[in-house]
């Protein structure tokens, strides 16, 4: 912790590194492609001020196509299908960095932060490594470059890295090892679709993750190499919140924080979830919190030793299978009802108590 | 285990601590019938796994929709001892 300035960090979040007996630390964990589906935390909009205004921030950043993407974000038959780059991206983003401002509103700062693909943007900006104005230019820019990249997708796998090696090629790369015992291979079709008959002859479980794009793998690797130069343009600081890279899997380094190589080419590189996960819980124990739609990253955090066995907790703030808006509300009320005595001061408490 | 039965809750929790693995141990000991998958630890992908298994054991196929909409052990046994059930009729 000793890289962090806390003299740069908001006054509620400020507490004593102290594992003992100071309060509960916070790690939020960030989820990227894969994790969207139709009207994903659509329920606080409007409803929580911190996360619409947030959200209201990005969109507006985007432009005429974020008014578009918030027309589709809970359309019955949105225009642009949600699993398409230019509709999951940007509402992930969106969604994952407005959870994140909930929370800081409510007192609740995170100590750590981790995301998953994408999400390490989302984290980026809430560490201050990159302004939401650039942040949210960059990625228009992105998902133009990676909508011309070939089409592909992204496959589950329930296995580890040497149970597929001999089915990959130079195309169909592990484009992500979640845990011990799940990768996502991505690659180009039908390239990925042969392998994956492959790897089910093998006896492999497999399953198409929610992506129309090889993210991780060689068939991006070009799109995002033409962005260097827009991301050598942008400022780039070291954060003011630790964020274990999903990346390197280990604590983001000030250099690394403000290479825009590194910045750039993330899309192309596997992402290594299960060791940052590692490496973060070594640092235990933390409330892991989970600031985006879905479950999936509190589910791989559920079975990791750092939490069934090292004290860590876990608390998504949305619901595995929300059916309607009024879970989106019921599912973050829970959350912070569990959060506020861990992370809140008296006051944080008897604030939102008031408000509640 | 009544007659009608093909797998019951001590059997789905072996078979979801064999896919689970041994570095990966979820506390399934406590009353775990009605308690989601995904508080338990066991995403779409894992749940798959063990329903590949169940389909390979003991011969028989379930329906997919049926899979997806099983969010707790409880849900999953039904829709498991119900295909047993129907392919014993069939039969």
């Given at each position: 912790?000793?890289?962090?300035?806390?003299?740069?960090?908001?006054?509620?979040?400020?507490?004593?590194?102290?594992?003992?007996?100071?309060?509960?630390?916070?790690?939020?964990?960030?989820?990227?492609?894969?994790?969207?589906?139709?009207?994903?935390?659509?329920?606080?909009?409007?409803?929580?001020?911190?996360?619409?205004?947030?959200?209201?921030?990005?969109?507006?950043?985007?432009?005429?196509?974020?008014?578009?993407?918030?027309?589709?974000?809970?359309?019955?038959?949105?225009?642009?299908?949600?699993?398409?780059?230019?509709?999951?991206?940007?509402?992930?983003?969106?969604?994952?960095?407005?959870?994140?401002?909930?929370?800081?509103?409510?007192?609740?700062?995170?100590?750590?932060?981790?995301?998953?693909?994408?999400?390490?943007?989302?984290?980026a900006?809430?560490?201050?490594v990159l302004?939401?104005?650039?942040?949210?230019?960059?990625?228009?820019?992105?998902?133009?470059?990676?909508?011309?990249?070939?089409?592909?997708?992204?496959?589950?796998?329930?296995?580890?890295?040497?149970?597929?090696?001999?089915?990959?090629?130079?195309?169909?790369?592990?484009?992500?090892?979640?845990?011990?015992?799940?990768?996502?291979?991505?690659?180009?079709?039908?390239?990925?679709?042969?392998?994956?008959?492959?790897?089910?002859?093998?006896?492999?479980?497999?399953?198409?993750?929610?992506?129309?794009?090889?993210?991780?793998?060689?068939?991006?690797?070009?799109?995002?190499?033409?962005?260097i130069?827009?991301f050598r343009?942008v400022?780039l600081r070291p954060?003011?919140?630790?964020?274990?890279s999903?990346y390197t899997?280990?604590?983001l380094t000030d250099a690394e924080a403000t290479d825009p190589v590194f910045w750039a080419m993330q899309?192309?590189e596997?992402?290594?979830?299960?060791?940052?996960?590692?490496?973060?819980?070594?640092?235990?124990?933390?409330?892991?919190?989970?600031?985006?739609?879905?479950?999936?990253?509190?589910?791989?955090?559920?079975?990791?030793?750092?939490?069934?066995?090292?004290?860590?907790?876990?608390?998504?703030?949305?619901?595995?299978?929300?059916?309607?808006?009024?879970?989106?509300?019921?599912?973050?009320?829970?959350?912070?009802?569990?959060?506020?005595?861990?992370?809140?001061?008296?006051?944080?408490?008897?604030?939102?108590?008031?408000?509640? | 285990?009544?007659?009608?039965?093909?797998?019951?809750?001590?059997?789905?929790?072996?078979?979801?601590?064999?896919?689970?693995?041994?570095?990966?141990?979820?506390?399934?000991?406590?009353?775990?019938?009605?308690?989601?998958?995904?508080?338990?630890?066991?995403?779409?992908?894992?749940?798959?796994?063990?329903?590949?298994?169940?389909?390979?054991?003991?011969?028989?196929?379930?329906?997919?929709?049926?899979?997806?909409?099983?969010?707790?052990?409880?849900?999953?046994?039904?829709?498991?001892?119900?295909?047993?059930?129907?392919?014993?009729?069939?039969?």
């Amino acid at each position: 912790m000793s890289a962090v300035d806390t003299r740069a960090r908001p006054p509620h979040d400020r507490r004593p590194d102290d594992d003992t007996g100071g309060p509960e630390r916070i790690a939020l964990l960030l989820p990227g492609q894969g994790a969207q589906r139709p009207a994903m935390a659509h329920g606080l909009y409007g409803t929580e001020p911190a996360f619409t205004e947030a959200v209201d921030e990005v969109l507006a950043l985007l432009g005429a196509e974020g008014d578009r993407i918030r027309a589709d974000w809970a359309a019955d038959t949105p225009a642009v299908p949600l699993d398409h780059v230019s509709r999951a991206q940007p509402l992930l983003f969106a969604v994952d960095y407005a959870l994140g401002r909930t929370l800081l509103a409510r007192g609740l700062g995170p100590a750590a932060l981790l995301g998953h693909s994408a999400g390490e943007t989302a984290a980026a900006v809430l560490a201050g490594v990159l302004d939401l104005d650039d942040a949210v230019r960059l990625l228009a820019e992105r998902i133009r470059l990676l909508a011309e990249a070939p089409p592909g997708g992204m496959l589950a796998v329930a296995a580890n890295p040497g149970q597929v090696a001999h089915r990959l090629t130079d195309q169909v790369v592990i484009g992500a090892v979640n845990s011990p015992n799940q990768l996502l291979l991505a690659g180009p079709e039908p390239d990925l679709g042969t392998v994956a008959e492959l790897l089910r002859a093998d006896g492999l479980t497999c399953a198409r993750a929610k992506a129309t794009t090889g993210f991780h793998s060689p068939s991006v690797r070009a799109a995002c190499a033409a962005q260097i130069p827009s991301f050598r343009a942008v400022t780039l600081r070291p954060p003011r919140i630790p964020i274990v890279s999903g990346y390197t899997a280990r604590p983001l380094t000030d250099a690394e924080a403000t290479d825009p190589v590194f910045w750039a080419m993330q899309p192309a590189e596997p992402v290594l979830f299960g060791a940052a996960l590692d490496r973060l819980l070594a640092d235990g124990p933390y409330h892991l919190v989970e600031a985006g739609p879905g479950q999936s990253l509190s589910a791989l955090a559920r079975r990791h030793p750092g939490v069934t066995r090292g004290g860590s907790r876990v608390t998504p703030l949305l619901a595995a299978r929300p059916r309607g808006p009024e879970d989106d509300r019921a599912a973050l009320r829970t959350a912070v009802e569990r959060l506020a005595p861990a992370a809140g001061s008296t006051r944080d408490r008897s604030r939102f108590e008031a408000r509640a | 285990m009544s007659v009608h039965t093909l797998i019951d809750l001590p059997e789905l929790t072996r078979l979801l601590r064999e896919c689970a693995g041994e570095e990966e141990g979820v506390d399934l000991d406590g009353d775990v019938l009605d308690t989601v998958f995904m508080e338990l630890g066991y995403d779409s992908l894992a749940l798959l796994q063990v329903v590949g298994i169940i389909q390979r054991d003991h011969g028989i196929e379930l329906d997919e929709d049926a899979v997806a909409e099983a969010e707790t052990p409880r849900a999953l046994l039904d829709v498991v001892n119900s295909a047993a059930r129907a392919e014993r009729i069939a039969a």
